[in-house]
């Protein structure tokens, strides 16, 4: 529709005030203010915090988490967001509220297939999602960044143009969208293509080069060929003549080897028969492929770093014929690290607070996210969310990556933040906060330097903590 001049160019009462809010939140908490980070003499012990996290894990998997952390200041950072949560607690914000990741490092960007099978550059991981200030997410990330270029070796000034091109582009594209029309700012996304065209311009304007070209192309084609049928071709077998998720202890262990002598064949597949029915109900689709699959058997396994230790489950289906199976991955959804320090989620069902946060913030989700409560073994319920285990999803490896790759890289996943933020908080708001100077961006830039200081003393920390046995690691799992 064409515009009619004057009459409709005015902005509109609303997006002034919203934009007044954002400075009125600048003179309370000035931008400069962003780089503030102190530990506070109170500040509670980082190991005791992780024991007192291990309470509510399978105990038996625990060491497999702390091995994993253990490996390097950047795998403990992964591993420590409840830490970083409790840190952000005592630092300014502007007091705009968002929907928050609430674990915005680094290795939650990635690519991943959406329903209409375009390949999209998002964010991947919701477990600790809650509503809360916008700066904890970037802060979060930034000092990611940073802790990785230490791992990685790179120079002082190199980490800091990463951290700099991160909050540059993150304010950036929060400014064109609170310009930008109401639609355009909803259904703006990154698209596989999109992204690499971005990064052959780069390169044709020196700033990037063939290897990263390559590297990134290679981890998109792959992506592509990462589903449920590939997966099942490693993970399942033929067991006595039946389809069955092959066992690999401690990683992936069947049901039947978890569940002893005290259930059948046959109350494991009525339960779950329910189960499913129930899990269903969560997809908002009257008629879903879901309906037409049948289940077969489930395993579980371990995954990620932070994870490891809440239950996670693979679930095997069966649609068509035994060539047309999909495989599904139901991780626990406990409390989110954040709570403790913001509002109670108003979700009661944590694997709901995880599926409604994602559906907010990502530009387009798994067709087969839902949510599902579920007695265990030992008679406590627990709340769970349910996703496809591979759809098209792909990541970034951060121990190849060049300075300048880590730059690019902070580029992508700054206005990936700044696109997710928009639509899950007022971005508006943000913007006029931000404005259009590079306060913030350095202010960022510090506080990431001094967080990852931070992070390398409680690393240390919980090194001493595994060498006295006061924590049990199990490394190279």
Known sequence: MAESGAATSGISESFRLRAAAGRDARRRSPRSGASDWHAASDRPDPVSLLEEQALSRAPELVPIRYGRMLVSPFTFFRGAALLMASDLAGTPDSGITVQLCGDAHLSNFGVFGTPERSLLFDINDFDETLPGPWEWDLKRLAASFEVAGQHRGFSEAERRDSVLALARSYRERMRLAADSPVLRSWYDRLNADDALTWLQNEQAEGRA????????????????????????????????????????PPLIVPIGELAGEGRTREQEVEQMRELISSYMETLGN????????????????????????????????????????????????????????????????????????????????????????????????????????????????????????????????????????????????????????DVFDRAIADFASAYAEQNNRDYAAFRAAVESGRLEALSGL
């Open 209 to 248: 080069d063939k290897r990263q070209v390559k590297r990134t192309t290679e981890v998109f084609a792959k992506a592509r060929t990462r589903d449920s049928a590939r997966a099942t071709k490693k993970l399942v077998g033929v067991i006595d003549g039946e389809l069955r998720i092959l066992s690999f």
């Open 286 to 437: 009257q008629h879903h492929p879901a309906h037409e699959y049948e289940y077969v058997h489930m395993a579980r396994k371990v995954v990620g770093v932070g994870s490891v230790g809440t239950r996670a489950w693979i679930i095997l289906l069966r649609g068509r014929n035994d060539q047309d199976l999909l495989l599904l991955q139901a991780k626990e959804a406990q409390r989110s690290v954040l709570e403790r320090f913001l509002p109670t989620s108003e979700h009661e069902h944590q694997g709901e607070r995880v599926v409604r946060g994602q559906r907010m913030m990502q530009a387009a989700s798994d067709i087969f996210l839902g949510w599902q409560r579920v007695e265990g073994f030992d008679g406590e319920n627990r709340d769970f969310y349910v996703r496809q285990m591979h759809d098209w999803k792909g990541s970034a490896d951060i121990e190849i990556m060049n300075p300048t790759g880590l730059l690019l890289y902070a580029h992508l996943c700054g206005e990936t933040l700044a696109r997710a933020h928009a639509r899950a908080g007022d971005r508006v708001a943000i913007a006029a906060y931000l404005g259009g100077s």
